[in-house]
């Protein structure tokens, strides 16, 4: 989301250079959205792929679909989900043909809607699936209630949520668990939280503690907030929104940091403001 209008706006040479670094640090997957620079971000990252030396079989492309934007690019009257089985096809075929990919690895249903029937989906997903078109399917931002309603029609792989040592609401509500239990694969955007974003008594706390970790751990303070993810039992994948390439590549360097349970309980009480109950 960053790469385009809605963040750092790369350059088609830019974005060669960023998909060549995080190829060569080991950075495969590349997780995109309809919607994301107004339907416009998909097209400008294809543009830079198809002048990328990389064999389509060794990236993976997630993209996500059925928010209606409000913006430039489309005549909305209102913001809204839509998730008719014709839809989602015809979304799938514009970002295979926007990213100059012969199909998705990955196809998440980008936020849940009221109106959403599992029939309609399961339609989609089983057509795209028998033409080649996804190899795989989830869902983003759902509950597990939403889930399971989806699920009684079509195998979800992938629940990507908000999740981070400042939004780990998921760990208390059921979301992860049911993820465990239902062998879903979670995925979290924003995995920093607003650490850095806001400054707060919560991020002072945290920051404070991040300051002792470093020196242990001989880390950065972006590293231990992913690890901190990365030691959950769910088996979270991060999604990093960075667009700064040290800091991708101190990103692929917080799998090896191993927190103690100790450590991993003072940052949670921290972000808590209290001890675990």
């Not at 995080?22 to 959205?33: K, L, P, S």
Request: overall charge negative; some cysteine; aromatic content about 8%.
């Amino acid at each position: 989301m960053t790469w385009g209008v809605w963040g750092k706006k790369l350059s088609k040479n830019e974005m060669i250079s960023a998909i060549n670094h995080c190829m060569e640090n080991g950075i495969t997957t590349f997780d995109h959205a309809d919607i994301y620079g107004d339907y416009t971000t998909e097209i400008e990252f294809g543009k830079a792929l198809a002048e990328v030396d990389i064999p389509r079989e060794d990236i993976q492309l997630i993209s996500k679909c059925g928010i209606q934007y409000i913006g430039n690019t489309r005549n909305n009257e209102v913001k809204h989900y839509q998730y008719d089985a014709s839809y989602i096809i015809g979304s799938v075929e514009k970002s295979i043909k926007d990213l100059n990919a012969n199909y998705l690895d990955l196809l998440l249903l980008h936020r849940p809607s009221p109106l959403i029937h599992p029939d309609e989906v399961a339609k989609a997903v089983d057509t795209l699936i028998s033409e080649g078109k996804i190899k795989a399917f989830g869902v983003s931002n759902f509950t597990p209630s939403q889930s399971d309603l989806i699920s009684t029609r079509s195998q979800i792989s992938v629940n990507q949520i908000d999740f981070s040592l400042t939004s780990f609401e998921a760990m208390y509500n059921g979301s992860l668990d049911h993820m465990m239990i239902s062998a879903i694969t979670p995925m979290c955007w924003s995995p920093l939280g607003k650490v850095f974003k806001t400054e707060d008594e919560q991020t002072r706390r945290i920051h404070k503690l991040l300051n002792e970790l470093s020196k242990k751990y001989n880390a950065t303070k972006d590293q231990l907030l992913l690890a901190w993810i990365l030691k959950h039992p769910s088996g979270i994948h991060l999604v990093i929104g960075t667009t700064n390439k040290k800091r991708i590549t101190n990103a692929i360097k917080a799998d090896s940091i191993a927190l103690t349970e100790v450590d991993w309980f003072k940052m949670l009480a921290e972000s808590q403001g209290h001890k675990v109950p």
